[in-house]
């Protein structure tokens, strides 16, 4: 099967605080590619990251860095010293290499409280 | 790079009448289009999957004479609502992924809300 899950639906914290996004998929491919985007109030779906199924290296950017853990197929999303502008709902998705399709989970809200 | 206009931002139209939307990439070429629909506080259910120069493919549950694409060219993809009901107000979102790179991400366009009166 090829499913993402995003276990929290719901997520606030305080103006400052650090905040990790769960992302867990499945799929029968050994290659595949995994994204994290945000989707702010205004609606638009904004790309944050790609990560090859081959490349576990973690990443940082600014405050977001990303952890691949092939291990328990999880993607996880830390967003370090949040801001109120990083409200939004993050969506994590899969694409395995067959196929064209991506896999989106159910989203994670995240309300940064001033 | 690698944008997405969508086209009307958001939409009203009357019971009964049909609404089209269009997606078209600025600034690269996609031969697949995706079409989603996002209900409040939902994931995107992926529609359709556009393809230049023939027919969509369409996911399960999902009207293709209801739902009407068309990928005329590299650049766009319109959908069609046919004689809207007030049950498909939603969140249309389109997408596309650069032709020439395998492992592209989807860019989004910025949505089109519909509300069907």
């Known amino acids: 099967a090829q499913k993402v899950t995003q276990a929290q639906t719901e997520i606030s914290v305080v103006e400052k605080e650090d905040v990790t996004l769960d992302c867990v998929y499945e799929?029968?491919?050994?290659?595949?590619?995994l994204f994290w985007y945000k989707q702010p109030p205004s609606g638009e779906l904004v790309f944050l990251i790609r990560?090859?199924?081959?490349?576990?290296q973690n990443e940082i950017s600014g405050r977001y860095s990303w952890n691949f853990q092939k291990s328990t197929s999880s993607f996880n999303f830390t967003i370090t010293a949040s801001q109120v502008v990083d409200s939004a709902v993050y969506f994590c998705?899969?694409?395995?290499?067959?196929?064209?399709?991506?896999?989106f989970g159910t989203g994670t809200s995240l309300t940064v409280i001033p | 790079g690698a944008v997405v206009s969508q086209h009307p931002s958001w939409v009203i139209c009357k019971s009964g009448t049909s609404v089209k939307i269009e997606c078209r990439s600025l600034d690269f070429q996609a031969t697949t289009m995706f079409w989603y629909r996002q209900f409040p506080k939902q994931s995107l259910m992926l529609m359709a999957t556009?393809?230049?120069?023939?027919?969509?493919?369409?996911e399960q549950g999902v009207e293709k004479d209801k739902f009407l694409i068309n990928h005329a060219s590299l650049t766009l993809s319109t959908l069609t609502v046919t004689s809207a009901h007030p049950e498909d107000s939603s969140f249309y979102i389109c997408?596309?992924?650069?032709?020439?790179?395998?492992?592209?991400?989807?860019?989004f366009g910025n949505g089109t809300r519909l509300t069907v009166t």
């Open positions: 998705a899969l694409r395995p290499n067959t196929g064209n399709q991506f896999y």
């Open positions: 556009s393809n230049e120069g023939s027919k969509a493919t369409y």
């Open positions: 997408s596309a992924k650069i032709q020439s790179s395998y492992n592209s991400p989807l860019h």
């Open positions: 799929t029968r491919d050994t290659t595949y590619y």
């Open positions: 990560r090859n199924s081959f490349d576990e």
